[in-house]
């Protein structure tokens, strides 16, 4: 069980603001974090990290993080940490940025392997794209087989093909390595495909903690339908505006209007939510 009780003033994106988090999380969950840019997420997750200071209290499974009288590095947190910015090593090679958290080459081969990276392991992170540094920063992460994993927005330089992937591995290690994860994400998706739980961070607080079966079906009784997809083409034929978009391996075709045909571009990604009036287009936040 983790027990979080935390306070630390912020300067967010509407001006200063407390991040005050009170949650218990029981071993082995899959806690997904979504909320507005600048709530405070990122920064709960570098606290518990031990990465940036606040007052209160981290204990896990009765061993103090935290407290009033002491702070433990993160060294000695057994954590890992997939960061937004990768945080690999520039010197070092791909092989060697995993064998410096965990000298396992055994493990680092096979993790590798698993998101497709095993030809590229003597490559040094200035060559790699944002999608293939991400991949390797996810792995490094599992090295130690830590007790807690932190993601923040873990899958988000990928393509819809690798990011569909990944998320099974994701999934894969999360139950062998029997690790707590909590992760960022603001793809609905992949918050309904990985997590078991949801919270929604506003302000610096929770607004909302609901397990993700129980959201499900709030979201069926809505009726609302909710993918995230990319936009491949756009066409304009006797005046009806239409957009190509891939998803998940599937590609399809919808209905837009003038000012979204004018507005977005190829490459774009959107989010799409089936509602009982009609569909709503609203363009990715990150």
Do not use: C
């Not at 896990?60 to 945080?87: C, H, L, M, P």
């Not at 992460?141 to 807690?148: D, G, S, W």
């Not at 062998?176 to 929604?200: D, G, K, P």
Request: cysteine-free; charged content about 30%.
């Amino acid at each position: 069980m983790i027990k979080i009780d935390i306070k630390k003033k912020l300067n967010g994106s509407f001006g200063d603001m407390e991040l005050n988090i009170n949650i218990d999380i029981k071993n082995g969950d899959f806690l997904a974090i979504s909320g507005k840019s600048g709530s405070g997420k990122t920064t709960f997750l570098r606290v518990l990290a031990g990465l940036e200071d606040a007052a209160g209290n981290i204990i896990v499974d009765d061993n103090i993080w935290q407290n009033e009288k002491e702070i433990i590095s993160t060294q000695k947190r057994e954590i890992g940490f997939v960061f937004q910015d990768y945080a690999l090593f520039p010197n070092m090679s791909v092989i060697e940025n995993l064998l410096f958290t965990n000298n396992d080459i055994k493990l680092a081969n096979r993790l590798l392997e698993m998101v497709e990276l095993e030809n590229l392991s003597n490559r040094y992170p200035h060559s790699l794209s944002g999608g293939q540094k991400q991949r390797v920063s996810l792995v490094r992460a599992m090295m130690n087989r830590p007790k807690l994993l932190l993601m923040d927005e873990p899958l988000s330089a990928l393509d819809p093909y690798m990011r569909d992937k990944l998320q099974n591995k994701i999934a894969e290690l999360h139950k062998e390595f029997n690790t707590t994860t909590i992760m960022v994400s603001h793809n609905q998706s992949e918050i309904y495909r990985l997590a078991n739980r949801v919270i929604e961070i506003d302000n610096g607080k929770i607004v909302y903690d609901i397990g993700v079966n129980e959201l499900i079906k709030k979201e069926k009784k809505r009726k609302v339908f909710k993918v995230d997809a990319e936009i491949l083409d756009m066409t304009l034929y006797e005046n009806i505006y239409k957009a190509t978009l891939y998803s998940h391996n599937q590609i399809f075709d919808i209905d837009i209007t003038k000012e979204q045909y004018e507005k977005f571009e190829l490459g774009d990604r959107l989010n799409l939510e089936l509602l009982l009036d009609g569909l709503k287009i609203v363009p990715d936040s990150r």
